[in-house]
């Protein structure tokens, strides 16, 4: 049960998250959105994932609602393919792993709690997470709890900025600057820290 509710938990603080960059330059490479350690996302790779991110929505009953909730989406997008690249780092480095069962638990339980695999497709949309993409939020996420239980909310936030930081992240100047201490410009926020109080999705936790 302990279990059940840390994974529904993780999941909530996944879709409260709304990151957003600065809009300072940068020294990307040319063609790339952004590049992180050696790898590079292309501006190619994050337009595919915003289309179908859009071709999702377009698709909804919500059309017109999600799309007017995700003007940043572009964004919002890469912080996030970024921050999974950083997280998923910080779990190579500390031998922590998911496996596709684990994975598979995780969205069954999520499902279950939530009114069904399409609602919480619907759930994710709305924060601009396609349905081929919530499997790997799931995975950083579940990578992030697995260093919590390991060291600890605040030695985890440690760990996450100095693996943004070796990481060297840097952004095309026309999606913002990466700030590795925050991973995000969102004022008074610190987006590697569990917030205090329950976010808006707070609704996605299941009963104790």
């Known amino acids: 049960m302990n279990r059940r509710r840390t994974a529904l938990a993780v ?6 998250a709304a990151p957003v960059l600065t809009a300072c330059g940068s020294t990307a490479h040319p ?7 050696d790898e590079r996302i292309s501006v190619a790779q994050l337009q595919r994932q915003v289309a179908d991110v859009r071709d999702a929505q377009q698709s909804s009953p919500q059309a017109e609602q999600l799309v007017a909730g995700s003007a940043r989406l572009s964004q919002d997008t890469l912080v996030r393919l970024i921050q999974y690249r950083i997280v998923e780092q910080a779990g190579r480095d500390n031998g922590i792993t998911v496996s596709r069962r684990e994975l598979q638990d995780q969205r069954a339980a999520v499902e279950r709690a939530n009114g069904g695999a399409e609602a ?4 994710f ?10 499997d790997r939020a799931l995975a950083m996420q579940l990578t992030r709890a ?15 900025v100095r693996t943004s930081e070796s990481l060297h992240v840097d952004v095309n100047p026309r999606y913002g600057v990466w700030d590795p201490r925050r991973g995000t410009a969102q004022a008074a ?7 205090s109080a329950p976010g808006p999705a707070a609704a996605l936790d299941g009963p104790a």
């Open 146 to 160: 697995k260093l919590d239980a390991r060291f600890g909310a605040v030695r985890t936030n440690e760990i996450l």
């Open 31 to 37: 063609g790339a959105a952004a590049v992180v350690g």
């Open 189 to 195: 926020v610190e987006p590697w820290l569990r917030p």
């Open 125 to 134: 949309l709305a924060l601009g997470i396609a349905p081929d993409q919530i």
């Open 120 to 123: 919480v497709r619907g759930r």
């Open 11 to 16: 999941t909530a603080a996944l879709l409260a």
